[in-house]
């Protein structure tokens, strides 16, 4: 009996590719998860081919890619085999050479050439541009009454709980210290620091962000409205979910309010 060769051919390039391998290949990317590659792939990016030539829009369209997330795909595709800053030079201006000239001529010519040439660095259209965070409008004595409160900051201790070291059940939280024979509550040497009114900060400034600003949490974009951006920021609740935040985000810019508690 003579027996069957069977031949297997490798899988054509235009072919299209199993779910699995198409969800590892976009998981190898910085950024993309597995929820965010199964997104990618149900919405019609079933190769690696398709999401290179795909642009921010179509990427951002997606409920849950933001554009950061679409440039920076977009970025690693296109730059993959070169991480290095793509350097492109002018051409310099052909000299035309004279017959049987000089040793001291042929280096001004290079000197020459070398001027000529200007490398100039191209960044990437879709590298992000650092914006500046917004700051508050504050007078004169809030603005001294800040650095004030800065400096009694980096002198305050931590306030630890009496005899946290004594016991491995006490925690260190702040406790008021009571009882008649507590050591703590007397004031006696070498004993650690009480809260007190001292280690407090100026009133003008009271209650107020590190930035300045006052802060207000919110849930929902409506909140927006009532909130100066002047004066006040926000906080996002830790109850809103990732498609309600992007929404408070995009209305945030456009009424040039600062989010506490997200990058933006």
Known sequence: ?????VFILPAREGENM???SVIEEFTALKGIGSSKAELLYKNGFDSIDKLKNSSVKELTN???ITEKNAKDI???LKDKDSKKPILEKTESKSVKKEPAKSDETAK???IAETKDEEVKIVEAADEEVY???KKPKLSDVQKKKLKIRRKIKKRTPNFLREEWFRYKRIPK???RPDGITSKM???LKYRPSKVRVGFRGPREVRGLHSSGFEEVIIFNVSDLEKINPEKQAVRIGSTVGTKKRLDISKRAEELEIRILNMRM
């Open 1 to 5: 009996m003579f027996s069957k060769t």
């Open 18 to 20: 199993t779910k699995e």
């Open 62 to 64: 997606i409920k849950g």
């Open 74 to 76: 977009i970025y690693q």
């Open 108 to 110: 001004v010519e290079k």
């Open 131 to 133: 914006k500046v965070k």
């Open 173 to 175: 939280n702040w406790r």
């Open 185 to 187: 509550r007397i004031n």
